[in-house]
């Protein structure tokens, strides 16, 4: 028989390696508490990102074809459309235009006003365009650029009142849009839209423009 040696017992000690692992548990607890908490913030985090999908469209693909398909597009609806540059004057007009268009866009709103325009007209090269039709102000977009040489065209608002939606007074200023950047030679037109926003996808997939990236803003 194999005699067994037992480790004399030490009271003192016992109650150390009792308080240690005590301390061993109570921390791993609070790290997985931790870990559950952070991961139900990301989470919320998560479910309160408003997700927004980057499109573009290379120059190469507006041929002289495509620029006059588009044109048949806006004469078979009859529309006289007559498009102007906006001033100071009339950013009361565009916000206004701004706000009956969100209601039917399915986009998170964000602030415009007359400082905001402004601001953003301070540079030569941004650019703010109405669209009248019928002696009504319908429409307008907002146009800057992007890239270290301004090569990327960037469409940074487009709003078109309710009523004339689906009536192109937006493929108009689309038109418009082209003829402004074709001036600076820009290799690329961009814009970003709410991911829920499908009517402006859509109308952005009918001029060419595909989607290429997703991002979010917190």
């Not at 602030?111 to 002696?135: P, Q």
């Not at 961009?190 to 952005?204: G, Q």
Request: proline fraction near 3%; hydrophobic fraction near 35%.
């Amino acid at each position: 028989m194999i005699p067994v040696l037992f480790k004399p017992f030490n009271r003192e000690e016992e109650i150390c390696h009792r308080i240690k692992k005590t301390n061993k548990q109570e921390k791993e607890n609070r790290e997985e508490d931790i870990n559950i908490i952070e991961n139900d913030r990301k989470k919320k985090t998560n479910d309160l990102k408003i997700l927004y999908v980057k499109m573009r469209l290379s120059t190469k693909k507006i041929t002289p074809e495509f620029e006059a398909s588009v044109k048949n597009q806006i004469e078979e609806k009859h529309l006289n459309v007559k498009i102007r540059e906006a001033g100071e004057q009339d950013y009361p007009t565009v916000i206004s235009i701004y706000k009956r268009a969100w209601m039917t866009s399915n986009t998170p709103i964000s602030d415009l006003s007359s400082d905001l325009l402004r601001e953003l007209n301070k540079s030569s090269k941004t650019k703010i365009f109405l669209a009248k039709v019928y002696g009504i102000d319908a429409g307008f977009v907002i146009l800057d650029f992007e890239g270290e040489k301004n090569e990327i065209g960037f469409i940074t608002a487009l709003g078109i009142l309710p009523r004339f939606q689906r009536r192109k007074v937006g493929t108009s200023l689309g038109i418009r849009t082209w003829k402004y950047f074709k001036k600076f030679n820009v290799k690329e037109l961009r814009t970003e839209v709410y991911i829920n926003n499908s009517n402006s996808k859509e109308f952005l997939k009918s001029l060419g423009f595909e989607e290429f990236d997703r991002f979010s803003y917190d």
